[in-house]
């Protein structure tokens, strides 16, 4: 279909939903249509660089490229003189983070959901030759029927992208060694943070979580993992094959799917399930 030449007045803004990382996101509602979807305004000033234009520009190019169930969708984009604005897909179930602050620790059988759906994800952004690089429960919504939504690209990188570096920002709990020792990186880093998303998940705090971010860097770099009683057998198992130094010893995504971990705990069938249901209203 046609790109359609969006401006904000075809919108009724309602709910203020949060801050993404240059802009308020606003629940609307398209006035014809009747769609409610999210909209992200980003304030143009605060593109301030070529390398923040940059990542803009690949976040809208990818993610508008992408259709998938557990990939928030990006609808279309418009602008005005101050803001550009991002029409993306309305997620009711909000942020998994402020979940997971609220439970303090999910049960294994939802937390193996979300990882099943994360690898589903993650399957397809690498047949397409997509790394996301910044897996977290920060980048997670919640769709309908709980549906795990990846959303945020701001940081993912076209594997032909040359740049091997990329500015640290935010928290270093996720960040691979292959990050912290220059050497190159390629998917397998999505492997790397989905075994310290699923550690978070069912421990309530990141595996290298310490005061200090040297503490953190050392703790990365030794590779010390520890878990509570409360962990099952499964899960140290699955965590540790992903939370690997060597990127080429981390267990590829079709084998994480077939984990005795995600089979005894994820309820695959109602996922694939709900995935019928929403193929179908889409
Ligand atoms: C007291 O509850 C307040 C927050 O509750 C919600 C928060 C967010 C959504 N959905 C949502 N869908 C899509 C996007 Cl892009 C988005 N981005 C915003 C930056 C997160 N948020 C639903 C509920």
Redesign the pocket.
């Known amino acids: 279909t046609r790109q359609h030449q969006w401006t904000i007045n075809d919108f009724e803004v309602g709910?203020p939903?949060?801050?993404?990382r240059f802009g308020h996101?606003y629940?609307v509602r398209e006035k014809k249509s009747k769609y409610i979807v999210?909209l992200?305004a980003i304030i143009k000033d605060q593109i301030s660089t070529p390398r923040l234009a940059k990542q803009l520009i690949s976040e809208i190019s990818i993610q508008s490229r992408l259709k998938h169930p557990n990939i928030?969708r990006l609808y279309g984009f418009f602008h005005d003189d101050q803001r550009i604005f991002l029409l993306?897909?309305?997620?009711?179930?909000?942020?998994l983070y402020?979940r997971m602050q609220k439970e303090k620790i999910l049960r294994e059988s939802e937390a193996a959901g979300y990882v099943y759906q994360l690898c589903n994800a993650l399957s397809y952004l690498h047949s397409k030759q997509i790394i996301h690089r910044d897996i977290k429960p920060e980048n997670i919504?919640i769709g309908v029927y709980g549906i795990l939504?990846l959303?945020d690209f701001g940081w993912s990188a076209e594997r032909t992208e040359t740049n091997k570096r990329t500015t640290l920002c935010g928290t270093l709990d996720y960040l691979a060694p292959e990050m912290l020792n220059g050497s190159g990186y390629d998917e397998k880093i999505d492997l790397w943070c989905l075994g310290v998303f699923t550690y978070e998940m069912i421990v309530g705090k990141p595996p290298f979580d310490s005061q200090t971010q040297q503490d953190t860097i050392r703790l990365i770099r030794t590779n010390e993992l520890s878990f509570p009683q409360a962990a099952s057998n499964h899960a140290r198992d699955l965590i540790s094959q992903l939370i690997r130094r060597n990127p080429s010893e981390r267990m590829p995504l079709n084998e994480v799917i077939q984990h005795q971990w995600i089979i005894e705990n994820a309820n695959m069938k109602a996922i694939d399930e709900n995935y019928e249901k929403i193929n179908k209203s889409t």
């Open positions: 709910a939903l949060g801050r993404g996101v629940c999210a992200k928030l993306l897909e309305y997620a009711p179930g909000g942020e402020r919504l939504k959303a």
